[in-house]
């Protein structure tokens, strides 16, 4: 990745919401690229499309009990991947596998699946099917909120991730904190054409544009971060909400 995600410890913190166990298996994206623009589908839902880099990203948010699909898209028809399921004890930096694997060259698609029994309870799976009525309206909020730099509207929109960082043991006062760079935030790329993808037999809903950017992308030049938002949303207790990262 050529910038760095506040999101990133967000993700983190998610991986601590694994139900504690003498090893709870986390199955895991390894991938190395070189190209300018690739994606990553899990089970229909689009993760995140950025550029090539090496690393790994934990498959746990959009898990489903049996047979879960990873798809992977090379876009850059002068791009590489070498992409694998890898999987080991959640907070270990051991790794078994790889259980599938695939190598992509040019304009390419390749989906790899991996089997997972896990009982995780974050915000997709308590997200319900009633419709994308409202759903834009609560898009446009958030962007509305962030080029305010209205912390509390923007935290209120991040309801369901906020509720996932606070079930893996962050104290609830802590999670503003997460949010405070947006005073610092200089650039501010809001995105208006925009199209929906459901997934997940309708409890997630994909915002993007047609190539992958999301509807929010906020920057803090001096400190070198970036926040990328908005993209997956899904309706949990009445009310539309992100889901997660995009990253």
Not at 94 to 123: H, I, Q, W, Y
Request: glycine residues 10%.
């Amino acid at each position: 990745m050529t910038h760095k995600l506040i999101t990133s410890a967000i993700a983190l913190f998610l991986a601590s919401a694994l139900p504690a166990a003498a090893c709870t298996v986390v199955h895991e994206l390894s991938f190395r690229m070189e190209g300018t623009d690739y994606s990553i589908e899990m089970n229909g839902v689009l993760l995140v499309r950025d550029e090539g880099g090496n690393g790994g990203r934990p498959l746990m948010t959009y898990l489903i009990p049996g047979e879960n699909t990873v798809t992977v898209t090379q876009h850059d028809p002068n791009g590489t991947a070498e992409v694998q399921i890898m999987k080991g004890c959640e907070g270990s930096f051991d790794r078994e596998g790889p259980f599938d694997t695939a190598t992509l060259e040019g304009e390419s698609t390749a989906t790899l699946t991996f089997t997972s029994e896990s009982d995780m309870k974050l915000a997709p799976s308590r997200a319900v099917a009633e419709g994308q009525e409202g759903l834009m309206e609560a898009v446009k909020a958030l962007q509305a909120a962030v080029k305010a730099k209205d912390l509390e509207t923007v935290m209120a929109l991040h309801a369901p991730l906020n509720t996932d960082v606070i079930n893996s043991g962050i104290p609830a006062e802590s999670i503003p904190q997460f949010y405070g760079f947006l005073a610092e935030v200089d650039t501010v790329d809001l995105e208006s054409d925009l199209q929906v993808t459901e997934a997940l037999d309708g409890r997630v809903f994909v915002v993007t544009t047609a190539d992958g950017k999301p509807p929010i992308a906020a920057y803090a030049a001096a400190d070198g971060l970036a926040w990328r938002t908005g993209a997956h949303w899904g309706k949990v207790d009445g009310k539309w909400g992100v889901l997660s990262p995009y990253q």
